[in-house]
């Protein structure tokens, strides 16, 4: 969007249908100009054929004359400078990169990405209709993110966290936003595993293990503040609902809600 580049994200394609719905989105093309001459092929079938070229290094070497790539070296994250100095206007350029860090043009289009990746209806439909009886019942709603399955081996377990410490902190918020004069305060718990029966029994705790992983993550980013270990999926929160977050490790004490800050990258 900054500098007008046509893109299209294979990686995105089986994402896209929980994300709003338009054509585009399908075929991972996620930003293109009028006369863009993929737009009469943007297709599937287009998609699948791009994917088998680009990961086939012995045809990338035939199509070097008019494919660029921006591989990692020795950073495994791009930056948006390095990347306008890799581009390369004469041809495709393809990035294979995990991690493309482009902090200012994401502050300044941030209104119309976060439009364009707005959940499907459906998600949010559900999510609103639970966050709205929530709120109507109480008056501030701290959304915990308990993610564990892979974390129990990730990194060496550094962010795996026990139901016990994800209690204690939701506990320690609650105490201190009601502090502060806040009342009627409420968890809402989201995680990848059932939590046990001290937890999801918790009156203060709201815990549904029907929701989809999309309504989840629509439901934290309308709750007031949130708490969890590093992750996309809770940056992701933050940035898009412009809710304060706390990232918790293993010494965490919540002493105060200065401690929580909204994240401007996702």
């Known amino acids: 969007m900054q500098n007008n580049y046509n893109l299209i994200n294979l990686s995105f394609n089986e994402y896209a249908p929980f994300f709003k719905s338009t054509p585009k989105h399908n075929s991972g093309n996620l930003h293109q100009s009028d006369n863009f001459l993929l737009k009469s092929v943007s297709s599937t079938l287009f998609g699948n054929f791009l994917r088998r070229l680009f990961l086939s290094d012995k ?18 994250i791009l930056r948006e400078s390095d990347l306008n100095l890799q581009i390369n206007q004469k041809k495709i350029n393809l990035v294979k990169y995990w991690d493309v860090n482009c902090i200012n043009s994401l502050q300044i289009h941030q209104n119309k990405l976060k439009d364009y990746l707005r959940p499907n209806e459906r998600f949010v439909v559900t999510a609103e209709k639970i966050i709205n009886e929530l709120k109507s019942k109480n008056d501030c709603l701290v959304g915990v993110h308990a993610r564990r399955g892979d974390y129990s081996t990730y990194l060496d377990g550094i962010h795996y966290h026990s139901w016990e410490s994800y209690l ?16 009627n305060v409420v968890i809402f718990l989201c995680s990848d595993e059932e939590p046990p029966s001290t937890v999801s029994k918790n009156n203060d705790i709201y815990f549904n293990s029907y929701n989809e992983v999309m309504v989840d993550i629509h439901i934290l980013s309308l709750c007031d503040y949130n708490l969890g270990p590093p992750s996309s999926f809770g940056t992701w929160i933050s940035w898009f609902g412009q809710v304060p977050r706390l990232v918790v490790h293993n010494n965490t004490e ?11 990258t996702c």
Request: glycine share 2%.
């Open 59 to 76: 045809w990338l070497a035939r199509f070097a004359w008019i494919i660029k790539q921006i591989r990692p070296t020795d950073n495994e």
């Open 168 to 183: 204690h902190w939701a506990n320690q918020t609650k105490q201190v936003l009601e502090k502060s004069g806040q009342k």
């Open 254 to 264: 919540i002493t105060s809600m200065e401690q929580f800050e909204v994240c401007t």
